[in-house]
């Protein structure tokens, strides 16, 4: 889901005619694979921003009334920014990590 580096490693491991849907690009923006291994196995390798314009306004308006309530995984101060920025490089956390200024 997170393209980067994971691309080239699970690629190979897909099953004939499946699809991958990326979202995202945390893990790195440029990648480099195989291309016989799309076309000759019939994969699928999608792009999605996971929403489209009325879903992220129907989203928002949830997230305005408090309808809709994300996982936090930790909280941080500004002035502890870079505890925050290390946890988020770890990429162990479940959630958002959110800095309160």
């Known amino acids: 889901m997170a393209g980067g580096p ?3 490693r699970v690629l190979p ?3 004939d005619g499946a699809r991958w849907v990326i979202a995202g690009a945390v893990a790195g923006p ?4 195989d291309l016989r291994r799309l076309y000759l196995h019939n994969l699928s390798l999608i792009g999605s921003s996971m929403h489209t314009p009325a879903h992220f306004a129907e989203l928002a308006g949830l997230a305005r009334t408090g309808a809709l309530r994300p996982r936090i ?5 500004l002035s502890e ?11 162990s956390h479940i959630g958002k990590i959110v800095i309160t200024p």
């Open 6 to 8: 994971w691309l080239e």
């Open 81 to 91: 920014i870079h505890a925050a920025q290390e946890e988020f490089r770890r990429g």
């Open 13 to 15: 491991a897909l099953h």
């Open 30 to 33: 440029v990648v480099s694979f």
């Open 73 to 77: 995984a930790a909280r941080y101060r």
